[in-house]
């Protein structure tokens, strides 16, 4: 009589058979996740970098080598994934103040990356220099931002006159972005800082955002030529198996460098990059606006005694199209 509960013969044939299934499936995934970083090892041999065996040894091991022979090597190899994964050029325009609205149209053209606006405002902006620093945060109704969180936004101001101004701006600016790709709400920062936020070249992972320095340094992007696809990763490689071969080292690498031994490889030799002044308005394409790599870009150097007076709009959207 078979006991309630007991596995049958057949059952527990099964059983078996599926363990060492997964086993095998197991074993073969060990065996070709290792071939892969065989293969990667190999590449990155041939550019003068150290094997898997000298970093796990020794974790500062890229410090016996030049910085200028990595960055050499990294260019080299980024070149060698533009061709592979053809992305598209990264382009922008400059439109005048006064141009028929929505004047800010023109970036969601398919290979337009960023877009420039040049203005003078003639703020007095010289007493912020006495006040701390400030970060406000307000998600807006573009069409209609309410009374409320303008003052939020702007109550860290030391003038009127200046918060008149800025409150202007934020109305008008708000609307023509929110009209890019017919949103009705945005996310509104607006913060008075000393000290450089993001120095490293990047993208950033959302539809498109508006920046407007209204004081001090302003923001650093990528106008000709290409970053290095090996130190910002780009979309089309992202899936790929060379991708999968070269990310473990780019990871490793990118935690062990400056900031400035970064940004010497993430762009490649023929990149020309660009700084807005203050009043400009800078419209930059993110990661996640489909078919686009995003507009490479970093927050400028804050010397002392120095201060920027930022406004950011983002779109709050999780994809937007073309």
């Excluded at 920062?189 to 993001?198: G, V």
């Excluded at 990047?202 to 650093?220: C, E, K, N, S």
């Excluded at 201060?307 to 709050?316: F, H, I, K, M, P």
Aim: hydrophobic share 35%; charged share 30%.
């Amino acid at each position: 009589m078979k006991r309630k509960g007991a596995m049958s013969t057949e059952s527990k044939k099964k059983e078996c058979h599926e363990k060492c299934c997964e086993g095998d499936h197991h074993h073969h995934d060990q065996k070709k996740r290792q071939f892969k970083l065989d293969v990667a090892h190999k590449q990155f041999a041939k550019l003068g970098f150290p094997s898997a065996q000298e970093i796990y040894k020794d974790p500062d091991v890229f410090a016996y080598l030049n910085i200028q022979k990595i960055a050499k090597s990294f260019h080299a190899t980024g070149q060698e994934l533009l061709e592979y994964a053809k992305p598209l050029p990264n382009i922008g325009c400059e439109v005048k103040t006064g141009s028929s609205n929505p004047r800010f149209g023109k970036i969601r053209e398919k290979d337009m990356h960023y877009l420039l606006e040049k203005r003078k405002l003639g703020l007095d902006t010289s007493e912020l220099a006495y006040i701390s620093n400030f970060e406000c945060v307000e998600i807006i109704n573009a069409m209609q931002p309410a009374e409320k969180q303008l003052e939020k936004l702007l109550r860290f101001l030391p003038t009127e006159d200046l918060k008149s101004q800025v409150k202007s701006d934020i109305i008008n600016l708000s609307r023509q972005f929110a009209e890019i790709q017919d949103i009705k709400y945005i996310k509104v920062k607006f913060e008075l800082k000393r000290k450089q936020s993001c120095p490293r070249y990047h993208v950033d992972y959302i539809p498109y955002r508006l920046l407007v320095t209204y004081a001090g340094p302003g923001t650093h992007y990528l106008t000709k030529g290409n970053s290095n696809p090996m130190m910002i990763p780009i979309k089309s490689l992202l899936h790929t198996p060379i991708w999968k071969l070269l990310e473990t080292y780019r990871n490793w690498f990118i935690r062990r460098i400056s900031h400035d031994e970064y940004n010497e490889c993430a762009l490649l030799p023929s990149a020309k990059v660009d700084i807005t002044e203050p009043g400009d308005i800078l419209i930059l394409k993110g990661a996640a606006w489909e078919g686009c790599n995003g507009a490479v870009h970093r927050s400028p150097p804050v010397e002392e005694g120095e201060y920027r007076l930022v406004l950011t709009l983002d779109a709050l959207k999780n994809v937007a199209r073309m």
